[in-house]
């Protein structure tokens, strides 16, 4: 499929899909919705919620599981965060259909995000071979696993779901019970999974399968967005 590099509102970069006049993420600003939707309203409530402040403890690492590594955005805000808030992260990035170093290339991400020292950061987390973990700062290890969603079966794995699939007027079946039943199991206990989209069929699947949902304000351009907990 054809893919084009285009500027979002906030001056960040994303790859657009002509085809489906779809794009890796929103229009109205890609670092800004990174932010919100998966930093927020994901990793610092998550962090919020169990406490965790500088990981003295041995064992308080975070593990985040992210549905579509794409570009690499949500994983490297992820990556300075964890160096600026000093916490543990193993990310799990996973990914059928990997983005060309030549593409990678044009993305403006370090630059927007005022991250230049941290570019080195980035290009490795592209560079870095599938299916093995690497440390890639003292806080951030990467696996990237090159499968389709429908082959997530681990359980009781992730503390941290970014479920960044296209939109479901694309690829519906990706916001599906059989799908959110999958991600549900994958999680441990007091885990959350947090998304950009609000559609009412996704949050009744999700809660059909047993997650805890929130509605929450979205990121510019966005009304509204989701998170799902595994309760206890
Ligand atoms: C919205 S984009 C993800 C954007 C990404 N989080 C980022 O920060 O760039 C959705 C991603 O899902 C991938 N994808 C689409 N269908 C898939 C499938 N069935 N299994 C695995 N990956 C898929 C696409 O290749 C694309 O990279």
């Known amino acids: 499929m054809q893919r084009e590099i285009v500027i979002t509102a906030d001056g960040s970069s994303t790859i657009h899909l002509p085809e489906w006049g779809e794009q890796y993420h929103s229009k109205h600003g890609a670092i800004q919705e990174a932010y919100h939707v998966f930093i927020k309203h994901g990793l610092h409530h998550y962090c919020d919620s169990e406490q965790i402040e500088e990981p003295h403890i041995l064992n308080s690492k975070t593990d985040i599981l992210e549905i579509g590594f794409g570009t690499g955005l949500n994983a490297f805000i992820t990556l300075l965060e964890a160096e600026k808030l000093k916490i543990d992260v193993d990310y799990f990035g996973a990914e059928a259909y990997p983005v060309l170093m030549d593409e990678i290339?044009?993305?403006?991400?370090?630059?927007?995000?005022?991250?230049?020292?941290?570019?080195?950061?980035?290009?490795?987390?592209?560079?870095?071979?599938?299916?093995?973990?690497?440390?890639?700062?003292?806080?951030?290890?990467?696996?990237?696993?090159?499968?389709?969603?429908?082959?997530?079966?681990?359980?009781?794995?992730?503390?941290?779901?970014?479920?960044d699939a296209?939109?479901?007027?694309?690829q519906p079946e990706l916001w599906t019970e059989k799908i959110f039943q999958n991600m549900f199991?994958?999680?441990?206990?007091?885990?959350?999974?947090?998304?950009?989209?609000?559609?009412?069929?996704?949050?009744?699947?999700?809660?059909?399968v047993g997650f805890k949902v929130e509605r929450l304000p979205g990121p510019p351009g966005k009304r509204e967005m989701l998170r799902a907990c595994k309760e206890a």
């Open 105 to 163: 290339k044009q993305l403006n991400y370090s630059k927007e995000l005022k991250a230049e020292n941290e570019v080195s950061h980035f290009n490795k987390l592209h560079e870095v071979s599938w299916e093995a973990s690497h440390k890639v700062t003292s806080h951030f290890s990467l696996t990237k696993q090159n499968r389709f969603f429908s082959e997530i079966k681990e359980k009781d794995c992730y503390n941290i779901i970014y479920f």
């Open 166 to 170: 296209f939109g479901a007027r694309v």
């Open 185 to 208: 199991d994958a999680l441990k206990t007091n885990g959350v999974l947090v998304t950009y989209s609000a559609k009412g069929s996704v949050r009744r699947a999700m809660e059909t």
